[in-house]
């Protein structure tokens, strides 16, 4: 069973930049599409940006140009640099996986994420 561990969020001001971690553990997570999610109170789970086995990615219109999926299969870990932070970025930030091979790598579908970390908090002040 894999077990994601997410971890880098903390508080920062506006402008500044946190860079998350996601640990896999018991999975060999690089042949499968990945991605990091977000929840900000109130509000739905929404994508951020995935990546797929090949290294493409996709991410939110919000944060294209300041966000930046990336993975080290060496390391089984995924990150996601999140520079020039605002605080509408505030939210818990999930890391999750596909279990297998699907047919897309898609933001837009959770369902097809199987494999969820705890979440770490993510806060800008302004």
């Known amino acids: 069973q894999a077990q994601l561990e997410e971890s880098g969020g903390g508080s920062v001001q506006a402008g500044g930049s946190l860079r998350l971690s996601c640990v896999v553990y018991?999975?060999?997570?690089?042949?499968?599409?990945m991605g990091w999610f977000r929840q900000a109170p109130g509000k739905e789970r929404e994508g951020v940006a995935v990546?797929?086995?090949?290294?493409?990615?996709s991410y939110a219109d919000s944060v294209k140009g300041r966000f930046t999926i990336s993975k080290d299969n060496a390391k089984n870990t995924l990150y996601l640099q999140m520079n020039s932070l605002k605080p509408e970025d505030i939210a818990m930030y999930y890391c999750?996986?596909?279990?297998?091979?699907?047919?897309?790598?898609?933001?837009?579908?959770?369902?097809?994420?199987?494999?969820w970390g705890q979440g770490t908090q993510v806060t800008v002040s302004s």
């Open positions: 018991g999975y060999s997570y690089s042949r499968y599409c």
């Open positions: 990546m797929n086995n090949d290294g493409g990615t």
């Open positions: 999750a996986s596909q279990p297998r091979t699907y047919s897309r790598c898609s933001r837009y579908y959770l369902r097809d994420f199987s494999y």
